[in-house]
């Protein structure tokens, strides 16, 4: 299934008034790169308050989960590199959806599925993700952006 461009431009402008108002409210910048339909979202790991980004290609959205990686700003540089957190223990008996394989591992991302080299097969493909229950829920920018930020404040550092 291909989703138009245009499409997938007017639906995620339409999520990103509340996922900018989320991102500023917890300290964080939200950029919309529209012509390689990519939100980039920078923020402060808590652990250590380096600067991090979550770089979420969204091709395709909301046919399909959008492909979110994270990276380090490397210290005093404006250059980022490839780092993931490490998985910390959230209260209630809750997994952390920062997985070994350095993937968040939730069906709102893309690379969790196996189809893209994730470790969920079980999950039905990448298509199917808002049907994936029992795990961590997130359907729209702004909820994935509170998971986020809600596992970060338990995360113990970096992978």
């Known amino acids: ?30 950029t919309w790169l529209k012509d390689d339909l990519v939100l980039l979202a920078d923020g402060k790991h808590p652990a250590d308050q380096s600067s991090m980004r979550w ?55 893309r690379l969790a599925f196996q189809e893209h080299s994730g470790p969920h097969a079980d999950w039905g493909g990448p298509a199917q993700w808002m049907n994936v229950r029992g795990h961590v829920r997130a359907t729209v920018l702004a909820e994935m952006l509170a998971q986020i930020i809600i596992h970060l404040k338990f995360s113990p550092g970096w992978q």
Not at 2 to 26: F, G, M, N, S
Not at 72 to 87: I, L, N, T, V, Y
């Open 55 to 109: 770089h979420a290609h969204l091709g395709g959205y909301r046919a399909f989960p959008p492909a979110w990686t994270c990276f380090q700003r490397e210290e005093g540089k404006d250059a980022f590199k490839s780092r993931f957190p490490k998985a910390g223990s959230v209260p209630g008996g809750a997994s952390s959806i920062f997985h070994s394989a350095g993937v968040i591992c939730a069906p709102f991302n």
């Open 1 to 30: 299934m291909t989703v138009p461009k245009d499409v997938t431009i007017a639906v995620v402008e339409d999520e990103l008034l509340a996922a900018d108002a989320y991102a500023r409210r917890h300290g964080w910048s939200l």
